[in-house]
Antibody, heavy 121, light 107 residues
């Protein structure tokens, strides 16, 4: 059974940093592209970052480019999201996702339970 | 960026009814479209991928169709457990983008 378990959320002041983790199990982690998607309270979904199965390439929307860094440790089956220079508009539940098919970017077949990040002074 | 325009924003329907949710892309996304269901307090769950392929374990009353820029999700014979929000997403190009969502309630 595929499982994605996010940790690391919490309350952080504007301008500070936070690092999220997602531990994966139930599949061959280094075969799949992985992503982070967020959802502000009561709002819709926003894609935040994606990383290739090898970790060699990463992708971001303009809203987080230069502030957020996605990375992975294939030996530890763990995905990360380093978030710097946090803003109030980054307040959201952050979901770790796994793509549906291995080796290339596609739909988000599996979602974690999410971790809440609140940016406030 | 590809804009995804989803309609309606909210929908009220009766048990057993058929409902349709639409999603329009601002450019051709070549059927690289997924639909997700999110029940209150839960994570999104994949329903449909590649515009019309049913995800594992999803009831057959859900179906997807469309091509080019126009896509739809149909729910036949609405059940109480279908009360949820529904989102479309294009994965043809980065940045991936989602529709704003449709909140489905029972009448």
């Amino acid at each position: 059974e595929v499982q994605l378990v996010e940790t690391g959320g919490g309350l952080v002041q504007p301008g500070r940093s936070l690092k999220l983790s997602c531990v994966a199990s139930g599949f061959t982690f280094n075969n799949y592209w992985m992503s982070w998607t967020r959802q502000a309270p009561g709002k819709g979904l926003e894609w935040v970052a994606s990383i290739t199965n090898s970790g060699g390439s990463t992708y971001y929307p303009d809203s987080v480019k230069g502030r957020f860094t996605i990375s992975r440790d294939n030996a530890q089956n763990t995905l990360y999201l380093q978030m710097n220079s946090l803003r109030s508009e980054d307040t959201a539940t952050y979901y770790c996702t796994r793509d549906g098919l291995p080796g290339y970017p596609n739909w988000f077949a599996y979602w974690g339970q999410g971790t809440l990040v609140t940016v406030s002074s | 960026d590809i804009q995804m325009t989803q309609s309606p924003a909210s929908l009220s329907a009766s048990l057993g009814e058929t409902v349709t949710i639409e999603c329009r892309a601002s450019e051709d996304i070549y059927s690289n479209l997924a639909w997700y269901q999110q029940k209150p307090g839960n994570s999104p769950q994949l329903l449909i991928y590649d515009a019309n392929s049913l995800a594992d374990g999803v009831p057959s009353r859900f179906s997807g169709s469309g091509s080019g820029t126009q896509y739809s999700l149909k729910i036949n014979s609405l059940q109480s457990e279908d009360v949820a929000s529904y989102f479309c997403q294009q994965y043809n190009n980065y940045p991936y983008t989602f529709g704003a969502g449709t909140k489905l309630e029972l009448k």
